[in-house]
């Protein structure tokens, strides 16, 4: 009987507890199918964009921190950095209510103590669990630049027939202060002769004269080239001289010679000083005759399929006799083709190839790439990846990945294998601003190219057009250039992106490292008088206009008829102008000079679309444009126009 009724007690109780649960809970919010739902708890997480960062000393570095909200949760949140090294300081930032991410910026002071450590990012809020990160940060030692200087010559590979003279230029970069004059001579083998001007440089630049003794034998010789300056070790340059021999075709104190790169004359022609013209004949790409004038021209007709083109260069005797030897600069022999296959190119991008002076265009998703007449001897590879964007603004390509490849020489026919866009050998462009001043609200359109000190040059990318005084401009990274490499940036400006614009304003700037820059357009072109010289028996045309300050060292007028494919153009130096207030740019009557075809000329009766230009400059040197050495800046205008002669 004890038992029974212990359980039927305890039963009694279960049946009690039982009933005071179920009406606890009966007005709690059960749901119509009977399951309770979870409470609403307000979360808060955060992550670090990246968690690796570098603050070099006296220096910065942001941490991009990521906040995820969870639970309805809104309120701001307090970034605070624990663990900090000395001499490291961040200040607290708040993340604002609804705001979903923030920068926390590390600063280090001059004395910060250098190497490796984790500080914790601490985020804290009201009504929410505190949550960490961790952040990799590593003090770097900042290296005191010391004074000093490095200096490269320019080309470093000149090619002189023996009895002739060329030019060369020594670029100085100097750093930590340094101002001191850089002494230049040089130790040259038997037969070559150098002279520095001047001979203690004080600036950024001098230039060398390079004369080759008359019998030299024809071959490889090598120059060095040394700079001292007082406290400073002695840098050296090697300048490689080619020496031909002087051809079997003709004789003279000047020598052009032609690069099958950009074609080779059907004819060619000279005048001494204000003499007749008279025709040169050449033994392979080499064309000698004597300029004993102060001044003199050449004439020369290529074939640009499927008609000729004629140019005439007017200069001083020094001028003539360099620029036959810059037309072909790494030398006359035959030209390649070479392919290669692209990889890592997006479904919307672009790739601007450079290979030596050749340059191939490829469009994704095409993967071939292929140059044509590439030059002789050692190149070097330099590519641009474009990716397309399309958004509020338009279309617009922007610079993502480049690429290089340094002192190749490959066969005819040979292939560079795949150049990927996103292995090893690439990067990503660094990037700066410039701001163009005197763009008057034009629209403007910026080439980026990328010249080396190995005869090599190429566009790796084109920002078709836009508004505004402020653009950005990509690059080559430091750690990915070495010396004689120049970064060429050229802006031009015109009034709309109409393509029958009929005038442009040009301005270029030679840089070495990619940094904020400032370039400052001239004023417009004076519109040139266009007249008519003669119908018969070809036409000839001529150009005049003022010489303008800004434009003050290289004039071009150019003729070209497209209904029968010819074209007469007449280059102009300032030095050839000795002074003169306007520049007269005529074609010759070329009708009675040996080998001449009048059906070379432009035709009367066919319209002519004329192209007049005009380019200035301030550093010391060039001929046709500024000299390519560090802080180069150069100016150019043009106007176009119609005429029936």
Not at 287 to 300: P, R
Not at 457 to 478: K, L, M, N, Q, W
Request: glycine content about 12%.
């Amino acid at each position: 009987m004890h038992s029974s009724n212990t359980l039927r007690a305890h039963q009694g109780r279960l049946a009690f507890v039982f009933a005071l649960l179920t009406a606890a809970t009966a007005g709690c919010g059960k749901s119509a199918t009977g399951n309770d739902p979870d409470p609403v708890v307000p979360t808060m997480a955060i992550s670090l964009v990246s968690a690796n960062l570098s603050v070099a000393q006296s220096g910065n570095g942001n941490v991009t921190v990521n906040v995820t909200r969870g639970g309805g949760f809104t309120g701001s949140v307090t970034l605070a950095v624990e663990g900090l090294p000395a001499g490291v300081s961040a200040p607290n930032v708040v993340v604002a209510s609804g705001a979903t991410s923030a920068l926390v910026t590390f600063t280090a002071t001059a004395g910060a103590t250098t190497g490796a450590s984790s500080p914790i990012i601490r985020a804290t809020a009201t009504g929410v669990s505190a949550q960490t990160a961790t952040v990799s940060l590593t003090v770097t030692q900042t290296v005191v630049d010391q004074p000093g200087f490095t200096f490269a010559v320019n080309p470093a590979a000149v090619t002189i027939i023996a009895g002739q003279a060329g030019a060369a230029t020594v670029d100085l970069t100097r750093s930590g202060g340094f101002a001191g004059a850089v002494t230049i001579t040089s130790t040259v083998p038997a037969g070559i002769t150098v002279t520095p001007t001047p001979a203690s440089v004080t600036t950024n630049q001098g230039s060398l004269a390079i004369a080759v003794a008359g019998g030299t034998a024809a071959g490889n010789y090598t120059v060095t080239v040394r700079g001292n300056a007082t406290g400073q070790t002695e840098r050296t340059a090697a300048l490689a001289v080619t020496v031909t021999a002087a051809p079997a075709g003709g004789a003279g104190n000047t020598t052009w010679t032609f690069c099958p790169t950009f074609g080779v004359p059907l004819w060619v022609a000279v005048q001494d000083g204000a003499g007749a013209w008279t025709r040169v004949t050449g033994a392979g790409n080499a064309y000698s005759f004597d300029i004993n004038a102060a001044k003199g021209g050449i004439a020369y007709l290529l074939t640009e399929a499927p008609g000729t083109g004629l140019y005439l260069f007017y200069g001083t005797k020094a001028e003539l006799q360099a620029r036959g030897g810059q037309l072909c600069p790494a030398g006359t022999g035959a030209t390649r083709t070479v392919n290669a296959t692209l990889a890592g190119m997006p479904t919307l991008s672009q790739a601007l190839l450079g290979l030596g002076n050749a340059v191939a265009t490829v469009t994704a998703p095409t993967t071939a790439a292929q140059w044509l007449k590439v030059q002789p001897g050692n190149v070097d590879l330099i590519a641009g990846l474009s990716t397309l964007t399309i958004g509020g603004a338009g279309a617009t390509f922007t610079p993502s990945r480049m690429l290089t490849r340094r002192g190749i020489n490959p066969a005819d026919n040979a292939s560079l294998g795949t150049l990927d866009f996103n292995g090893a050998e690439s990067f990503v462009p660094t990037t700066a601003t410039v701001t163009l001043n005197n763009s008057g609200g034009e629209f403007t359109a910026i080439v980026e190219s990328y010249a080396t000190a190995n005869n090599s040059f190429a566009t790796y990318f084109i920002d078709a057009g836009a508004v505004g005084t402020v653009r950005t401009i990509s690059g080559v990274p430091g750690a990915k250039q070495i010396a004689g490499d120049l970064h060429f940036i050229n802006v031009s400006a015109v009034p709309s992106l109409d393509p029958n614009n009929t005038a442009t304003r040009n301005v270029g700037l030679l840089f070495n490292t990619m940094a904020n820059k400032t370039m400052t357009f001239g004023p417009a072109l004076t519109i040139p008088t266009v007249t008519v010289l003669a119908a018969a028996p070809t036409a000839r045309l001529q150009a005049s206009y003022p010489v303008q300050a800004e434009y003050n060292r290289y004039f071009t007028a150019d003729f070209q008829q497209t209904t029968n494919n010819r074209r007469a153009q007449v280059q102009m130096t300032s030095g050839w102008l000795a002074g003169a207030g306007t520049a007269i740019l005529g074609a010759p009557d070329l009708s009675a000079v040996a080998g001449w075809n009048n059906a070379w000329g432009l035709v009367a009766g066919n319209a002519v679309h004329w192209t007049v230009a005009a380019t200035g400059w301030v550093q010391a040197g060039g001929i046709i444009s500024t000299p390519f050495v560090e802080g180069a800046v150069y100016t150019s205008a043009t106007k176009q126009g119609d005429i029936t002669p």
